[in-house]
T-cell receptor, first 113, second 116 residues
Framework: EPEVTQTPSHQVTQMGQEVILRCVPI?????FYWYRQILGQKVEFLVS????????KSEIFDDQFSVERPDGSNFTLKIRSTKLEDSAMYFC???????????FGPGTRLTVT | AQKVTQAQTEISVVEKEDVTLDCVYE???????LFWYKQPPSGELVFLIR??????QNEISGRYSWNFQKSTSSFNFTITASQVVDSAVYFC?????????????FGTGTLLAVQP
């Protein structure tokens, strides 16, 4: 069964460093998303991406963040100059043209020290 | 504004008990989807069910059943004869169809602990 994959599973970085979180969505899906879950809290929408551009972003998704689909398979989230409060689980999700359910990857746990 | 409320923060039951997880939502749209996701201790988010706003039929899948009531803006989830493997955080989520992005608005989740 097709699934969303994410790498790395865990990333530790120092405050101020840049990180890139990678996702491979399900191959025939067209809509891509990043969500964030701070430990013990709810899952929060960050950004959605369709047709090679951002379709919506939340207030969390400021200039520190960017997304890219560099090729036909990868979808990346870049966080510049990480802060302690960026520590969270980051989930990538994708959905197809038909049906509205989003399928999530296993997440990348980002720890900023 | 869209909002999903899961008032039960934590529920503890003994195996084989039935348990209902509550979900209340708010939206101004007439067309929307509701979802339940399961987050086991391993951390991934597993899709369980989708229900659209025009379909108020209850659904049963094995030990799982869902009760959608538009009149009370609720989409409750019942697990019958609970098992230890059901222990997880369960999230209810809302997506408004008319918004092109269909982002998911999640509730705060209910932690279900099933004791043997």
């Amino acid at each position: 069964e097709p699934e969303v994959t994410q790498t790395p599973s865990h990333q530790v970085t120092q405050m101020g460093q840049e990180v890139i979180l990678r996702c491979v969505p399900i191959s025939n899906h067209l809509y891509f998303y990043w969500y964030r879950q701070i430990l013990g809290q709810k899952v929060e929408f960050l950004v959605s991406f369709y047709n090679n551009e951002i379709s919506e972003k939340s207030e969390i998704f400021d200039d520190q963040f960017s997304v890219e689909r560099p090729d036909g398979s990868n979808f990346t989230l870049k966080i510049r100059s990480t802060k302690l409060e960026d520590s969270a689980m980051y989930f990538c999700a994708s959905r197809g043209q038909v049906g509205y359910e989003q399928y999530f990857g296993p997440g990348t746990r980002l720890t900023v020290t | 504004a869209q909002k999903v409320t899961q008032a039960q923060t934590e529920i503890s039951v003994v195996e084989k008990e039935d348990v209902t997880l509550d979900c209340v939502y708010e939206t101004r749209d007439t067309t929307y989807y509701l979802f339940w996701y399961k987050q086991p201790p391993s951390g991934e988010l597993v899709f369980l069910i989708r229900r659209n706003s025009f379909d108020e039929q209850n659904e049963i899948s094995g030990r799982y059943s869902w009760n959608f009531q538009k009149s009370t803006s609720s989409f409750n989830f019942t697990i019958t004869a609970s098992q230890v493997v059901d222990s997880a955080v369960y999230f209810c989520a809302l997506s408004e169809v008319l918004r092109a992005t269909n982002k998911l608005i999640f509730g705060t989740g209910t932690l279900l602990a099933v004791q043997p």
